[in-house]
C-alpha cells in the first residue's frame, strides 16, 4: 500500500515536536520551514555570512534524524563561551558550513540530512534570506521577525522583503505531490504565515487536492494572537492568503490546570477558545480532543495523539 505523501509547513518548537511523532508512523514525510528569524545564533549568522537563518531548518533535522542520542546532543550543543563562539549552536555552524561548501543552503541542508539519516526532506521555506514585517492597527510598521511580538500591539498584517523571492520548486512539487498537508503547530504570524507569503506556496496549497489541516495553538501569544479564537486565527490565515486554505483544524479540547494557566497569564496568554459555530460556518471541519501534555508547568502538543488524528484524515 502507497505511503501517504505528508507536508508540513511552520517553524519554532511545535514543528519539530509534531515531527518527532509522525516520523514514527509510516509515511513520508516533507517539512517546510521558515527562514525568517533574525534572532540568536541564526540571525548573526545570517548576518554576517548573507545566509537563510539556519536555526528552526537544524531543529527539524534533528526532529527527522535517525541517529545516537549523543549525536543529536553534539548537533544541538551551544557554545556558553569563546570569542565569537558563544551563543552558536554548532548545528548552526554545521549548516553555514554546509552552505558555504556546496554554495546554496538547500543543497546544505540536503547533504547534512545525509549525514543525519533524516527521515524525510527538509526544504526552506525560500533559498535566500527573508525579511519578516508587520503593519500594525495603529499604522506602524515593524521589522525584524524577533521585534514584532515585542511591540506589545495588535497586528493587521505581516508581509515579506524582498519582493522578487522564490519558492524552492521541490517544496512547490512536495506541495503537489501531498496527500495531507499540515500547517502549524507555531507563532500564527512569525512561524506560520510568513511560508504562506512566499510567492507560489499558497497557490499550491490552494489547488492541492490534499486534506489540509491547521494545528491551532492551545494558548494566545502575547504580541501576536491576544484576544485571538481558534476561528480568528483560521481568519488571519484567509486575509493574508485570499482564501481559506484549512479544511480540517485540530483543537484542544480539554481544560488547562490552574498551575498551567496561573504560569502563562505571567506572559499574558490565556487558553484559545475555540469557537466551533464560527469554524464551521467557514466551511472547516473542528478535530476535537484532549491534545496536550502539561509538562513542567509548560504545555507541549501530544505528537503521537496528534499524529494519528491526522493520519485518520
Known amino acids: 500500500m502507497k505511503k501517504k505523501n505528508v507536508v508540513v509547513i511552520g517553524g519554532g518548537t511545535g514543528l519539530s515536536v509534531l515531527l518527532r511523532g509522525l516520523k514514527t508512523f509510516p509515511v513520508d514525510i516533507s517539512a517546510i520551514v521558515t527562514v525568517a528569524d533574525d534572532g540568536g545564533s541564526s ?27 549523543l549525536v543529536e546532543e553534539l548537533f544541538q550543543h551551544r557554545f556558553s563561551n569563546g570569542n565569537g563562539l558563544s ?31 533524516v527521515r524525510g526532506n527538509v526544504y526552506p521555506a525560500a533559498n535566500c534570506s527573508i525579511v519578516l514585517h508587520a503593519e500594525m492597527e495603529d499604522g506602524t510598521i515593524v521589522t525584524g521577525e524577533s521585534l514584532i511580538p515585542l511591540e506589545q500591539k495588535r497586528i493587521k498584517r505581516v508581509f515579506l522583503t524582498p519582493e ?24 500564527l504570524y512569525t ?25 491551532c495553538n492551545v494558548m494566545t501569544q502575547s504580541g ?11 481568519q488571519a490565515i484567509s486575509d493574508h492568503c485570499g482564501s481559506t486554505l484549512v479544511d480540517e483544524i485540530v483543537v484542544h479540547g480539554a481544560p ?17 477558545v475555540v469557537d466551533v459555530n464560527r469554524i464551521n460556518s467557514m466551511g472547516v471541519s473542528v478535530v476535537l480532543d484532549h491534545f496536550v501534555i502539561e509538562r513542567e508547568n509548560m504545555l507541549r502538543h501530544d505528537a ?4 494519528k488524528a491526522i493520519l485518520r484524515m
Do not use: W
Not at 536555526?55 to 526532529?63: E, P, S, Y
Not at 561548501?101 to 539519516?117: A, M, P, Q, W
Open 43 to 69: 540571525g548573526r549568522l545570517r548576518k554576517e555570512l548573507d545566509i537563510p537563518p539556519p536555526g528552526d531548518v537544524r531543529n527539524v533535522l534533528i526532529a527527522l534524524s535517525e541517529v545516537e542520542p
Open 87 to 117: 551563543g552558536h549552536s554548532l548545528g548552526n555552524l554545521l549548516l553555514a558550513g554546509m552552505t558555504s561548501i556546496t554554495g546554496d543552503f538547500s543543497r546544505g541542508i540536503t547533504e547534512l540530512s545525509k549525514v543525519l539519516n
Open 164 to 187: 522578487d523571492i522564490s519558492p524552492l520548486q521541490s517544496a512547490i512539487r512536495a506541495i503537489e505531490e501531498a496527500d495531507i498537508i499540515v500547517l502549524g503547530p507555531g507563532s
Open 191 to 215: 512561524s506560520v504565515i510568513p511560508n504562506l507569503l512566499v510567492p507560489g506556496v499558497a497557490q499550491a496549497i490552494e489547488q492541492s487536492d490534499a486534506r489540509k489541516v491547521y494545528i
Open 224 to 234: 501576536e494572537t491576544e484576544g485571538y479564537t481558534a476561528g480568528d486565527h483560521i
Open 256 to 272: 488547562v490546570s490552574a498551575e498551567v494557566r496561573a504560569c502563562y497569564a505571567s506572559e499574558g496568554a490565556v487558553p484559545v
Open 304 to 307: 503521537i495523539k496528534v499524529s
